[in-house]
């Protein structure tokens, strides 16, 4: 590509906006395979240039100037792979086929350059030898990295084991990419239409309004629900229609099993990869590999760490189930087994018995634009921090708004875009992620693009887009993540914001989920849409008292899905039954309601198949323990107390990694998290 062609790639030349943010009113689909070609040939020159320096290797020269290395790809890539997620299409995800391989090509071309891991190997052994004298924290942890990374990128194999590792690398990666289209494709392809009103009993109206708009705005006449969540959670929790019920029940839980979306076979694929990846590496099985350089360390620690969890909850769990089911035996019904389709319906109908909590009567006090200020203002609170509107800067959507993100002293921060809305070209769920991250280089302080994608019901005819509880919990989540961008200040890209250890990420998500509960920040915001009515004290006190409401159940289904991960990374040679087999196999002895056969997690659980949590998802319960260990200091000090937000801050979302993570979080605590704290708070112990 020459220089005038690239000036011509929006993906590629200086962006004309502010803060060089992503030109999103410029960039078409036909930019990215040009934009990917180039970038990739560029970090190719700019390896090679680090590989035969004609000086001998020094920290500045090898280490430094390969963490800086291919910044147009690391551009690109953030950009596309982003949209491919929140804003995909039949192109784009034809364009991710093509592009895969040959990123991971440009990963093991890096990974596997002998003259460039013999300078890193050069730097890393004298620097070693002569104790790091006059390094800094962050550039010690570096080198150390920069090391260790390719020592697991396979710098150490040679001959037939050096080819293996390549082909099955990119093997991996087009497995994994499958994986989650047919994920998505699968969740999109089962709708449920309802014609009579007789199917609707027991849903309230904000539940029917948006399953008729979902109709109509496919041209049919009814009433249309589909597997997204903002769907089928409200579904199953009010539907007082067992068949409907057990139909949509059955639908999510086969999901990519079988049919033109299986992921079955996918998932035998990408185990065998990542074991035979492992195998080559010198590791006893995947979890080994993955769980290198995270807090647990290793398989049996993460194991010992959920069994710690599950033996209480799982005792606390079955009592909240067999309590359920009296209930629902006591309000009428006469069927012969409490099935999972009937858990949503009779917990939605106990919680409201126990503690008068109806969701019905909640969302109206949830407007989204109010929970999102409130948040906002949370933020001010706590760090200082404030958002201006920039409506000069381009989305990537037309419901995409753009906010600047200002310190204290009015200093630029971040761009932070804010994605609320489902639509057929986003994925599921809810997530934070960054168009480009915080990083220092030639002395300039280069601030992020933060982007937080979400799928909140759709403001309507009837009224505006209005969250449950659980989901203005969620917006608090990704804030938080995003914070953790936002503020990051670290020297390096590869340690700064989220770019932490996998059981330390979710620290800085989940401490922002405990204002959902507290007064003082509810009664800041929370008002009726219509009347302006401050929500009534009782409903923020009946909030609280159902905090732990089934919360040994919930904790066990999270503690499930770490179960089920480790047992599809820890093994040591293929499986002989198939995926649902082996998964009823895996969670046999922590079942809380009756099994159905057929059904299974596997096949859509993209965290440990596609979304980077392999081996990994136990963090997020390992997570929680720091949180609630964290969050009691708050809960001493006042949960909107400067010094003990600015500690928080400073120790733990402006470093990043460029310490160890357990280091940082002793720093702001003063002493290492106990996992008793979580089952105190959530009432087991």
């Known amino acids: ?63 430094e100037a390969l963490e800086y290395a291919a910044r147009p790809l690391s551009r690109v890539e953030g950009i596309f792979f982003n949209l491919l997620e929140a804003d995909s299409s039949e192109v784009k995800e034809q364009i991710a086929d093509k592009v895969s391989p040959m990123l991971t090509s440009f990963s093991i071309y890096v990974s596997m350059n002998e003259a460039l891991f013999s300078r890193v190997r050069s730097v890393y052994e004298a620097c070693r030898s002569n104790g790091y004298k006059g390094m800094a924290k962050d550039q010690i942890r570096l080198l150390e990295d ?7 990128g396979g710098a150490f194999l040679e001959g037939k084991a050096r080819e293996e590792y390549s082909e099955t690398m990119e ?31 027991g849903l309230p109206d904000y539940v029917k309004e948006s399953a008729f708009n979902e109709a109509s705005e496919k041209g049919m006449k009814g009433w249309l629900f589909t597997l997204d969540r903002p769907s089928y959670s409200p579904f199953m929790k009010f539907s007082a229609r067992r068949d409907l019920r057990e139909k949509m ?50 398989p049996e620690e993460v194991e010992s760490f959920l069994s710690s969890l599950m033996e209480p909850s799982l005792v606390a769990a079955r009592k909240e189930v067999s309590d359920l089911v009296a209930f ?52 001010g609170k706590l760090y200082g921090v404030s ?97 953790h961008g936002m503020l990051s200040k670290c020297r390096y890209p590869s340690q700064a914001g989220t770019n932490v250890a996998r059981d330390f990420v979710e620290l800085p998500s989940q401490i922002m989920e405990n204002w959902a509960y507290e007064k003082e920040f509810l009664d800041s915001f929370a008002r009726h849409y219509l009347t302006g009515e401050k929500i009534p004290a009782e409903y923020i006190d009946n909030l609280i008292k159902a905090r732990n409401f089934q919360a040994g159940y919930l904790q066990v289904r999270q503690l499930q899905f770490g179960v089920l991960d480790m047992a ?58 720091l949180e609630a260990d964290a969050f009691s200091l708050f809960s001493e000090n006042g949960i909107f107390d ?44």
């Open 146 to 152: 920069s090391y260790l990374s390719f020592k697991r």
């Open 387 to 483: 958002f201006k509107p920039r409506e000069d800067i381009p989305g990537y959507h037309p419901e995409v708004r753009v906010f600047e993100v200002l310190d204290e002293d009015g200093k630029h921060l971040a761009l932070f875009y804010v994605d609320p809305f489902p639509r057929k070209s986003k994925r599921g769920g809810a997530w934070m992620t960054e168009f480009m991250g915080q990083y220092e280089y030639g002395g300039v302080d280069y601030r992020p693009f933060v982007s937080i994608v979400m799928n909140f019901s759709r403001p309507s005819a009837q009224g505006p887009s209005l969250l449950t509880h659980d989901e203005l919990t969620t917006l608090l989540h990704e804030f938080g993540h995003s914070l």
């Open 328 to 379: 629902a035996r006591s309000e009428g019904f006469r069927e012969d087994e409490f099935m999972p389709w009937d858990f949503a319906y009779w917990s939605e109908r106990y919680q409201k018995k126990l503690f008068d909590i109806d969701e019905t009567l909640l969302k109206p006090y949830f407007r989204m634009e109010d929970s999102l200020e409130a948040v906002f203002s949370l933020a």
């Open 249 to 298: 029940w059955r639908a999510f839980s086969t999901k990519a099993i079988g049919g033109h979306y299986d992921n079955c076979s996918n998932i035998g694929k990408i185990i065998s990869c990542r074991m035979k990846i492992s195998s080559l590496l010198g590791y006893e099985t995947f979890a080994d590999y993955a769980l290198e350089r995270r807090m647990a360390g290793n």
């Open 171 to 201: 093997d991996l990666s087009l497995l994994e990419l499958s994986f989650s289209n047919n994920s998505l494709a699968a969740s999109k392809e089962f709708t449920l239409l309802l014609d009579s009103e007789d199917d609707l009993e």
């Open 642 to 685: 400067k010094a003990t937000a600015s500690s928080f801050r400073k120790n733990i979302l402006e470093r990043g990694s460029s310490e160890d993570e357990m280091v940082s979080y002793v720093n702001f605590r003063g002493h290492r998290p106990e996992v008793d704290a979580l089952l105190r708070k959530l009432g087991i112990i």
């Open 568 to 625: 599809w990374h820890t093994l040591k040679e293929e499986p002989s039954a198939g995926v649902v087999e082996f998964e009823k196999n895996a969670l046999s002895s922590y079942l809380t309601l009756p099994y159905v056969e057929g059904t299974a997690i596997s096949p859509t659980f993209g965290h440990i198949f596609s979304g980077g949590y392999s081996a990994g998802y136990y963090s997020y319960k390992w997570a929680e323990v």
């Open 1 to 63: 590509m020459t220089q005038e062609e690239i000036l011509s790639n929006p993906l590629l030349a200086p962006s004309p906006h502010p803060f060089g943010a992503p030109a999103f009113d410029l960039i078409k689909e036909e930019h990215f395979m040009p934009a990917f070609e180039a970038a990739i040939s560029m970090a190719k020159e700019e390896i090679n240039e680090i590989a035969n320096c004609p000086e001998p290797p020094t920290f500045s020269n090898t280490i």
